[in-house]
């Protein structure tokens, strides 16, 4: 198992950047899924980037592993700009721990519990705020190592009643989870407008189209939880949207009305929960006892944020919005792959030769290609990389006896190129 050096998820990748379709693994499928709640769902069936085990469990094929890697190292950057650091908590939580925090009975059906050999109860934890106080304890001591940050990219497990659109509403799931310590409100309140903006950059480095709104934070009040939706209009959640430009969460405007200007909410739009960010002040710090030494010299109980992204929801969105009757237009950030070299006959001696020629100065050149060298029919080729999601073509045909061969952006216009023309578009 290779571990990639810095931003690896914690499944392990093997990350080829040169990769031949015969001896890879993308099952595509020729029929239609069935029972299927979402068109990203069934994109992501039939390009065979997963596969359907049990009840919201599912197996990440390839072409899912590179996306989600992709997806990934954007979070891991983002985070690393606001001084978040990696870290990863045991999945595992004992009984006594979450009844100390009150969560072992709050959670109620959606938490998965079990016994060890000795029958003590553990849970299998669906977010790690009780292991973050844990871990903070020992090291924060002063004002001085505030705000800390810590995260991590790893999977979750809830026991949702009714599992819906494939890995958007899954039984197992991959979240990232940060948790920050401060000495005070404002320093929470500060830092939270960083992560804020963090995850604003994160769903604009993809691309989509998503609002910000104010959420329920329970008996909180105030403006101290927002979610990050993505506009889709078959979306589970229903976002009230003001004139002012005000989004809330409709639980939070029943009565029509928006609860910052008090104006008729304008409209209402459908939306998937991608990211979800939240003040918790001292709700885990204090029934947990995790303190700092103030400026008086006295212990204080110190505020903790919380903030979390979906990393399936984020590519299932992505999709839902990058898509056409022929299957996923990815974009490039977070493609599969960026080229598909397609040799439209792997019988003809001069096709397979300019194919590979290009397949080998193009990986050199660092750019993510797959060849399609099967013996399959060219119109099946074709269909399957439109299908998959792959920015761009090179159809390698009659012409590489001269040379050439036709370069494409998914469903674009073909142009005739030589193979140096080829080459010199990705030699920046
Ligand atoms: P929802 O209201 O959709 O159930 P949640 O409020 O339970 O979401 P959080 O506890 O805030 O979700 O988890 C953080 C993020 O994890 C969510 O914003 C979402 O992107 C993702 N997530 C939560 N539950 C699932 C699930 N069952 N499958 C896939 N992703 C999920
Ligand atoms: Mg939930």
């Not at 069934?42 to 980037?49: A, P």
């Not at 709104?213 to 979306?235: I, P, Q, T, Y």
């Not at 939070?252 to 991608?274: D, F, R, T, Y």
């Not at 006295?298 to 056409?324: A, H, T």
Request: net charge neutral; proline share 4%.
């Amino acid at each position: 198992m290779i571990f990639q050096k810095k931003y690896a998820m914690l499944i392990p990748v093997k990350k080829d950047i040169k990769v031949k379709f015969s001896n890879y693994f993308i099952p595509t499928l020729k029929e239609e899924p069935s029972g299927v709640d979402y068109l990203s769902q069934k994109l992501m069936l039939k390009s065979g980037m997963m596969k359907q085990v049990s009840s919201g469990l599912f197996v990440y094929l390839p072409t899912f592993m590179r996306v989600a890697e992709k997806v990934c190292k954007v979070i891991h950057e983002k985070m690393e700009s606001v001084n978040a650091v990696p870290v990863k908590f045991p999945i595992l939580v004992a009984k006594e721990d979450l009844v100390a925090t009150n969560r072992w009975d709050a959670y109620g059906d959606e938490m998965f519990r079990l016994k060890d050999r000795n029958k003590k109860e553990y849970a299998i934890s669906p977010t790690n705020e009780e292991y973050a106080c844990f871990m903070a304890k020992n090291f924060i001591k002063s004002a001085k190592n505030m705000p800390f940050c810590v995260y991590q990219i790893q999977q979750k497990h809830r026991d949702e009643i009714r599992p819906r659109g494939g890995v958007m509403r899954a039984r197992e799931f991959i979240m990232k989870d940060a948790y920050s310590f401060h000495p005070s409100t404002q320093s929470l309140d500060e830092y939270y407008i960083k992560m804020e903006n963090a995850y604003k950059e994160i769903f604009n480095t993809f691309g989509l189209d998503f609002v910000e709104v104010l959420a329920d934070s329970g008996a909180m009040g105030g403006k101290e939880c927002h979610e990050f939706m993505s506009v889709c209009d078959k979306g589970e959640a229903e976002i009230a949207v003001c004139e002012c430009g005000f989004c809330a969460n409709m639980e939070l405007a029943p009565n029509g009305v928006c609860p910052e200007c008090g104006k008729p909410i304008a409209k209402v739009l459908q939306g998937n929960e991608m990211g979800h960010i939240f003040k918790l002040k001292t709700r885990y710090s204090d029934p947990l006892n995790l303190t700092f030494i103030n400026a008086d010299g006295k212990p204080e109980i110190l505020q903790m944020g919380c903030y979390g992204i979906g990393v399936e929801r984020v590519i299932c969105s992505i999709i839902e919005q990058n898509n056409d009757a022929r299957g996923i237009a990815f974009p490039e950030i977070v493609a599969p792959f960026v080229v598909n070299i397609i040799t439209a006959n792997m019988k003809d001696e001069a096709q397979v030769h300019l194919s590979e020629e290009i397949y080998h100065e193009l990986t050199a050149l660092g750019v993510e290609v797959i060849w399609d060298d099967r013996a399959d029919r060219l119109g099946s080729k074709l269909a399957d990389s439109e299908l998959i999601g792959i920015p761009y073509n090179i159809l390698v045909g009659k012409n590489a006896t001269e040379g050439k061969a036709e370069f494409f952006a998914r469903c674009g216009e073909k142009t005739l190129l030589s193979k140096e023309e080829i080459i010199a578009k990705y030699k920046k």
